[in-house]
């Protein structure tokens, strides 16, 4: 039996000035509104913070579904301008990142450092950014870049309290791919990432920004502090 893809969304927003030039019982009423319309977005759907860690921007929607057919992704499409539309004089969407999951292409079975976007408890940190390779990256033999992954995925195990959701994107979005890892600790992080790019394959990124980390709270205690 082929293995279920999963449909991964993330949309970035920022808070526009007429939002915070609302009386409070109006900014109040526009939250539980958010409240009530991240669920109906996707199968699963979550709210993070992405203000104090980058400036520009206020809050992250995750959003994901399995892909029962060809239609999913339309649907959620659909659904999700449908329903974001009316938001937009309070909030303002600044990027997206989406993508597929399926087999990795350099590693067999799956990794028990998957993460797992249908898990009800998430974890204090979720990092995101698209991912581009160089065009001598596929020009090279399937061996030399098994070598190199080889390295890549040795070091990720050894940090086995993180999880990651590795999305393809190839010509959907400007990037091939969308990273995410989910961690509860960042300092922690940070030194898995300095430590994989010390390694050969680093040489054939092309981009890998911009980085978002965002900050999960249950959305009761995220939406509290912005009326």
């Known amino acids: 039996m082929a293995e279920t893809r999963q449909f991964n969304h993330y949309t970035f927003f920022s808070f526009t000035d007429y939002y915070w030039q609302q009386p409070s019982e109006k900014r109040q009423a526009f939250l539980e509104e958010l409240k009530s319309g991240i669920p109906q977005l996707a199968e699963q759907a979550f709210l993070y913070n992405i203000f104090p860690t980058r400036s520009e921007g206020d809050l992250m929607i995750w ?3 399995q892909v029962e057919d060809t239609q999913t992704p339309h649907t959620f499409f659909s659904g999700f301008a449908d329903k974001t539309s009316s938001w937009r004089p309070y909030l303002k969407p600044l990027n ?4 597929f999951t399926r087999p990795t292409d350099y590693a067999s079975g799956k990794s028990s450092q998957e993460l797992n976007p249908f898990e009800a408890e998430r974890r204090p940190y979720l ?6 390779k160089m065009g001598d990256w596929y020009m090279m033999s399937r061996d030399a870049r098994q070598g190199m992954m080889n390295e890549h995925i040795r070091i990720g195990r050894q940090y086995t309290e993180i999880t990651q959701l590795l999305l393809y994107s190839t010509g959907l979005q400007d990037q091939e ?16 990432v300095t430590e ?22 249950p959305m009761e205690e995220i939406l509290s502090g912005l009326a």
């Open 63 to 65: 959003s994901a579904a």
């Open 96 to 99: 997206t990142l989406w993508g």
């Open 127 to 132: 990092v995101i950014y698209p991912f581009h």
């Open 177 to 192: 791919f969308v990273v995410v890892y989910e961690t509860d600790d960042v300092a922690y992080f940070s030194k898995l």
């Open 196 to 217: 994989l790019r010390d390694t050969e394959a680093r040489k054939y990124t092309l981009r890998d920004t911009p980085i978002y980390t965002a900050i999960y709270r």
